[in-house]
């Protein structure tokens, strides 16, 4: 049984702590939401369930009642890392990782990194604000093959974003590289305490990759150039000191257009453009 918004202040109370906003805390209160969370991830017999920011576990319940799969939380929150392990311990399909999931802003904490040798890996989680965009992207380029999370609403959108519109920009192009990408419902700030001042959403990402190893040297494109993205493909290209003139003709682009009018696939062209011959 999820927990209730009286539940949860119970358990804070009793771990003398309460939300701190600067690890981005904010308790899913509705409980048909904490159910509908766990359901999406699809989970299956032998699935390891990666939750980052269980809080006071409410989620967490719902996900170990799910049979034979192992659930690793990985709590940055001293008390609310006491309180877990006050609850699950017994738990032989729980792990917990105290600390935060993100070693630097590249790289996965190193306990988290292990866990994943192991697939199928899956994240189910309300994930903390502050942390989500980088989280997401180094997961899918670790393995994980699906993600279901609650995020911002406007990271959702960005997660999403076609070609051309105001929320399109790095973390679109790689995602959308890498997995496919579904926007299962909206959720008000009253889904949540304290409620956040913006709406979420609830995603499930499933891993397509179609990058290969060569994953973070596409990245590292795809920023340089969204770095001028006010600038004409032609000059941002130029400006990163790429052969510009040989590029858009092999390519075919219009270097004209600005970087945020191109699709993934388009970049994904260019890179592997510019990679041969040294281009």
């Known amino acids: ?41 699809n989970i299956a017999n032998g699935d390891c369930l990666i939750e980052v920011g269980p809080g006071t576990g409410t989620l967490t319940e719902e996900l170990l009642a799910s049979p034979a799969a192992k659930v690793v939380a990985v709590e940055i ?74 995020v911002q609403k406007e990271v959702a959108d960005r997660l999403r974003a076609p070609a051309g519109g105001d929320a399109y920009g790095p973390l679109s192009v790689m995602v959308q590289m890498l997995a496919d990408v579904e926007l299962l419902r909206t959720l008000p700030p009253q889904a949540f305490w304290p409620a956040p001042k913006i709406d979420s959403a609830l995603v499930r990402l499933t891993r397509r990759d179609r990058l290969g190893i060569v994953a973070n040297d596409f990245s590292r494109f795809v920023h340089q150039i969204f770095s001028f993205r006010r600038k004409t493909l032609r000059k941002s290209l130029s400006m990163s000191n790429y052969n510009d003139e040989l590029l858009l003709q092999k390519s075919g682009l219009n270097g004209q257009q600005r970087p945020e009018e191109f699709t993934p696939e388009e970049f994904w062209k260019m890179f592997q453009l510019q990679n041969q011959a040294g281009l």
């Not at 609850?87 to 190193?110: C, M, P, V």
Request: charged share 20%; hydrophobic share 45%; aromatic share 6%.
């Open 77 to 150: 929150d001293r008390d609310l890392s006491k309180l877990l392990r006050s609850r699950f311990a017994d738990n032989q399909r729980f792990t917990l990782i105290e600390g935060d999931a993100l070693s630097g802003k590249h790289e996965l904490n190193a306990d988290l990194l292990l866990q994943l040798k192991s697939p199928p890996i899956k994240l189910i989680a309300n994930l903390p604000y502050n942390i989500a965009s980088p989280l997401v992207i180094e997961l899918l380029l670790a393995g994980v093959e699906m993600l279901v999370f609650t």
């Open 1 to 41: 049984m999820a927990q209730t918004k009286s539940q949860i202040q119970s358990l804070l109370n009793e771990a003398d702590t309460a939300p701190r906003h600067r690890f981005g805390q904010n308790f899913m209160i509705d409980q048909n939401l904490v159910r509908t969370v766990a359901v999406a991830g």
